[in-house]
């Protein structure tokens, strides 16, 4: 039996829920310290497990916090799987 939607994947296992696509993340400062970060989450469901845990990481050394100002959640065409595109705005602290 083909899988035909989201809904079918119930009991089926992907082997993840959801991980950070490390190659889409992007930093960027502007002249006053505020940054903005981006990154693309692939996940097996429509819907953020725990939006809150991406507002606290650290990216070379740095340690930024902020809070989520931009989620676009889409379906990858052709898959099972979403991407949740987050921007994060906040400030980075050395460690």
């Avoid at 119930?10 to 930093?27: K, M």
């Avoid at 400062?29 to 996940?43: E, K, M, R, Y």
């Avoid at 809150?52 to 959640?73: A, D, K, P, Q, W």
Wanted: proline share 3%; glycine share 10%; charged share 15%.
């Amino acid at each position: 039996m083909a899988l035909t939607c989201p809904a079918d994947l119930t009991g089926v296992d992907l082997g993840f829920t959801e991980f950070i696509d490390c190659d889409t993340i992007s930093v960027s400062l502007d002249i006053l310290g505020v940054a903005t970060i981006s990154f693309t989450v692939i996940a097996t469901s429509s819907t953020p497990e725990d939006v809150s845990r991406y507002t606290t990481m650290t990216l070379g050394g740095v340690e930024f916090s902020g809070y989520v100002s931009n989620l676009e959640i889409k379906r990858i065409p052709g898959t099972l799987v979403y991407e949740h595109s987050y921007t994060i705005t906040g400030i980075g602290c050395r460690n």
